[in-house]
């Protein structure tokens, strides 16, 4: 099972200049605050669908739940 702190590194990791907060009570559902310059002129659809796109086949299995609020700095 992933830890908040993996999702976050993965978040950062392929988001560059992401700062990311997860947090989860049991590492199956989790809440997430992402934020980026790099989402600045996207719609907030566009900015989720970057960060689901780094847990590709993850969401839905290992990550049941996955809470997201995105913003630009």
């Known amino acids: 099972m ?3 702190q993996e999702l976050e590194q993965r978040i950062e990791a392929a988001i560059p200049g992401a700062h990311a907060e997860v947090s989860s009570a049991d590492n199956v559902h989790f ?3 992402v934020v980026a310059a790099s ?3 996207m719609s907030r659809i566009q900015q989720h ?3 689901y796109d780094v847990f ?3 969401l839905g299995g290992e990550i049941h739940a996955f809470s997201l ?3 630009v700095p």
């Open 2 to 4: 992933p830890t908040p």
């Open 31 to 33: 809440s997430a605050r």
């Open 39 to 41: 989402f600045d002129g």
């Open 69 to 71: 609020r995105t913003e």
């Open 49 to 51: 669908r970057l960060v």
């Open 56 to 58: 590709d086949g993850q």
